[in-house]
Every structure is written in C-alpha cells, then in structure tokens.
C-alpha cells in the first residue's frame, strides 16, 4: 500500500512541475537571420505557438498599434 502511495505522489509531483512554466515569452535570438523568436498565446487558444520577427517587423507591428489606437481615440473624440 506505500509503494502504491510513494509512486502516486511522484507522478502528481511530476505533472505538476511539467505543467508549471514561468516563460511568458521565451526569447531566442538568431544572429545570422536576425530573426527574434518568441511564445506567444493565439486568440481562442491556451497553447503558444513560436512566433519569429525581424526588428523591424516588430517596430512596424507596435507602431500600427499605436496608429489604430490613436483613430479610435479621435473617432471616440468626435462622437461626443
């Protein structure tokens, strides 16, 4: 009956400490491709794909988020 019980609790320890990541994004950089690769959660998911950019292609990605926020910010403005 112990033995039953030690391997019970090993497994539930091992599930646990496989389940329990603290990378939110895990960041890999490619220095011949220049390419940033990280995890990220998709819409309507849980489970993180590897998603790879260039700089740039980031930057371009931040700067159409500040852009599409800035409309939505004006056309609320001008609602009222």
């Not at 740039?56 to 926020?69: D, M, P, S, V, Y």
Request: hydrophobic share 30%.
């Amino acid at each position: 009956m112990t033995l039953k019980k030690l391997i019970t609790v090993a497994t539930v320890c091992l599930f646990a400490t496989a389940c329990a990541s603290t990378d939110d994004q895990l960041t890999a950089s490619n220095s011949n491709s220049g390419k940033i690769c990280q995890y990220e959660k998709t819409t309507s998911s849980h489970i993180k794909r590897k998603i790879c950019r260039t700089k740039e292609q980031i930057e371009q990605e931040r700067e159409a988020g500040k852009e599409a926020l800035r409309k939505m910010s004006v056309d609320q403005a001008q609602r009222r």
